[in-house]
DNA sequence: CTGTTAGCGCTTTCAT
DNA sequence: ATGAAAGCGCTAACAG
C-alpha cells in the first residue's frame, strides 16, 4: 500500500493535519506525537508529494530559470552562481533548455509556470516586443541573466556589453595596436553582437583609427566560427596590415588563435589577440587568452536575488532596468605590446 | 479572477470534463465545443497546472537527472543525449545538481521522487550498497549513466573503463613508447580512478613492460591537478625517462601539456600524452590532443530509452546490468611515432 | 458526446 | 495542542 499522509497518520495514531504540522510546523506539536510522528515517517520512508503540497498551498520554493543551451559554455558559470543563491534561500531550480529557439523559449515559460515556479530567471535571447508581451501576461516575476529586453522594463543583470568592448580594443591601442581586426557576432543579435562590434567601432573612432570593412568578420561565436572567419581575415591581411584581433568570445578567438598557427603566424608575437567571457578554457590554451570576464556568478546570484525579493513583493519600480556588473580585462599571455619603433615606422608608411 | 479550468468551462459554457478533453483527447469532443473551449483558452491564456494535472492522474510525463555538477566539461555533452532522447519521447527533464556528495544525492533523489518524477537516471559517483539500498526503496526504476552500482544490479550504461584506459596505453606502445607515464585518478574512485589505472598496468604488463611508482601521479580530473602532476612526474623524468603519457582526462591531459610547455618540452616531439573523455576543448588546444572519446551523448540516449521502456513496465531482469558502449581513439596532434632505431637505441641502454 | 462526482495528497481554517 | 472538514485544480470512472 502506498505510503502518504494518511498512512502516516494512522500508523502513528494521530489525524493527518497534526502530521502535517510536524512537517510544517513542530513546535506546534507536543513532543511526544512530534516524535512518534518522527518515527513512522522514518519506518516507512515517507517523501511527502510537492505536487499535493504546491497544489495546497500555492507555494513550490521553486524557480525556473531558462537558459539557451546547457551546452553553451558560459552556463556552467552562470549555473554556479545561480546555485548559490538558490540555496541560500532555500529554493529550488527547474531548469528549462530553451535551445535559442523562440518556440521553444515560449513553451520554456508556460512549461514552468504550469509547474507553478514563484519567478523565472531568463539567460537567453534579447526579448523582443512580442515576447515581452507574453512575458508580462506570465504572472510570475521574470529577472533577465546576460541579456535585456527591448524597452529595458525587465529588470536585468548583464555587463554594460558596448562599453566591454570598448575597453577591450582601447587596451589593444594602449599597447601600439593601431590595425585591428575583429570577429564579431551577428548583427541582429543585440546582445552579444551588435554592442560588441558598436564598441570595436567607438574605439577605432574616439583614437581616430581608421574603420575598414575588411578588418571584419563574423560568427556565431563557436570554435569552428572563429577559425574560418580567421582566415578571411588573413587573406586580406597584405591590405590590412593588422596586427591584433578582438573575438567576441573567447571560443571564436581561440579559434583564430589556431588558423594564426596553422598560417605559421605565432600570438602574440605577430598577432596579438583578445577574447570576451573568460571561460575557464581561456586558461587552459597556450598561450593563455587575454580577455575580458564577464562575472557570470555574480550575474547569477544577483539575478536570484532580486528575483527573490520580486516574489516576496517588496519589489520597487525602480529596479526595473538594467544593472550592469563590472567587467575587466584578463591580462594573460595572448596580447603583446609593440616597440615604439616599431609603431612609429608602420604608420611613417 | 485567476483562471482554471472552471472558469475555462463557464466562459465556455461547459463542464469542466469537456475542458479536460479536449486538453487530453480532443477526439472524443465535438467539433464545435471544441473550438469554442480552444477559443476560451486563448482569450484567458490558461495554462493547465501541472501539479493538479499529476496529482489527479499519477503521470508527470517527468525523469529526472541527477549530475555530480554543472560544471563537469562532460555533463554538457551527455545532456545533449539526453536532450535528444526525451523530447523524442514527449517527455520532461527535472535536473537536479548532487555537487558529487552523498547528502546531495539521497536529497536529489527524494526531491525527485517528492515531485512525482517517473524514473531517474543517475550520473554521478559510484553507488555503494548504502546507497543502493536507499535507491532500490525508492520505487521509481532508475537507471545508470556514466557509472555503475558496486553489485551491478542497476541497469547502467558507460564505457568499459579498464579496457578503454588498456587500449589507449597499447596505442601508445604501439608507437613505439615504452616508458610510460600516467596521471591516474584517485584510485578510491571506482568509476574512473581505479579502473583506468588498472587499464594502464595490464597494457603494460601484456607488453612486458616494467612498472615504474615513479612513473604515476594522481589528481582530481581538473586542469590544474594535470599541471601539478606533470611536474611531479617531469621531476623524475632522468630516471624514469618516459616519453609518453596517458592522463586519465582531457583537462589533465591539457594541464600537463602545458606544464610541458613550461618546461621547454614539446608536445609531441619531446613527449606524446593521450587524454581520455574527448571533450569538446580537446579539439581546441594546440597540438590537438589525441584522446578516448566516450560516446556520451549515446550513453545519454541509450539512458533514457532504457528509462522510458522501464516505466512502462516492459523491463527484463536481463536488462540489469552494465551495458558497454563502445568507445574509440581519436588520433590528434599530440602524440607521436618513435623511429625504430630511437626505440632500439634507446632500449639498448 | 457530455455532465456529475469522487478522489489525488496535502494545507489550512475553524472548532474544540 | 489536536482533529474535522473544506478546498487546491485536475483526471477518471460512471451514468446518461
Chains 1, 2 share one sequence.
Do not use: W
Not at 494518511?6 to 511526544?32: C, D, F, G, H, W
Not at 545561480?82 to 533548455?97: H, P, S
Not at 506570465?138 to 524597452?151: D, K, Q
Not at 575587466?328 to 615606422?345: D, K, L, T
Amino acid at each position: 500500500m502506498k505510503v502518504n499522509i494518511k498512512r502516516v497518520a494512522q500508523e502513528a495514531n494521530v489525524s493527518i493535519s497534526t502530521v502535517s504540522r510536524v512537517l510544517n510546523s513542530p513546535e506546534l506539536v507536543s513532543p511526544e506525537k512530534r516524535q512518534r510522528v518522527l518515527q513512522v515517517i522514518q519506518e516507512l520512508n515517507y517523501q511527502a508529494s510537492e505536487l499535493a503540497r504546491g497544489l495546497s498551498s500555492k507555494k513550490t520554493q521553486t524557480i525556473g530559470v531558462i537558459i539557451p543551451r546547457v551546452t553553451s559554455f558560459f552556463f556552467n558559470e552562470l549555473y554556479r552562481g545561480i546555485d548559490v543563491a538558490v540555496k541560500e534561500f532555500g529554493m529550488n531550480i527547474l531548469l528549462y533548455d530553451c535551445d535559442s529557439n523562440l518556440e521553444r523559449t515560449t513553451h520554456g515559460f508556460t512549461f514552468l509556470v504550469r509547474r507553478q515556479v514563484e519567478g523565472i530567471i531568463y539567460a537567453s535571447q534579447f526579448i523582443t516586443e512580442e515576447l515581452y508581451t507574453f512575458i508580462s501576461r506570465l504572472g510570475v516575476p521574470v529577472i533577465l541573466a546576460l541579456t535585456e529586453s527591448f524597452n529595458r522594463k525587465l529588470t536585468a543583470f548583464k555587463v554594460d556589453e558596448v562599453r566591454a568592448a570598448f575597453d577591450a580594443v582601447s587596451y589593444l591601442i594602449a599597447r601600439g595596436h593601431h590595425r585591428i581586426a575583429m570577429i564579431s557576432g551577428p548583427l541582429d543579435n543585440f546582445v552579444a553582437g551588435k554592442t560588441r562590434y558598436e564598441g570595436y567601432r567607438m574605439a577605432l573612432n574616439q583614437h581616430n583609427l581608421p574603420f575598414l570593412d575588411d578588418c571584419v568578420a563574423f560568427g556565431g561565436y563557436r570554435y569552428e566560427d572563429g577559425h574560418r572567419a580567421m582566415r578571411e581575415l588573413l587573406e586580406k591581411r597584405n591590405d590590412t596590415q593588422f596586427t591584433a584581433l578582438f573575438a567576441a568570445s573567447d571560443e571564436m578567438a581561440i579559434g583564430a588563435m589556431r588558423c594564426a598557427f596553422d598560417h605559421g603566424l605565432s600570438v602574440p608575437q605577430d598577432i596579438s589577440i583578445i577574447g570576451f567571457d573568460n571561460l575557464s578554457i581561456a586558461n587552459m590554451v597556450t598561450p593563455k587568452l587575454t580577455t575580458v570576464s564577464q562575472p557570470f556568478e555574480q550575474i547569477g546570484f544577483e539575478a536570484v536575488r532580486t528575483l527573490i525579493r520580486a516574489i516576496s513583493g517588496d519589489i520597487h519600480e525602480s529596479d526595473s532596468s538594467n544593472h550592469y556588473l563590472p567587467h575587466q580585462i584578463i591580462e594573460r599571455e595572448s596580447v603583446a605590446s609593440r616597440a615604439i619603433e616599431e609603431v612609429a615606422a608602420a604608420d611613417e608608411r
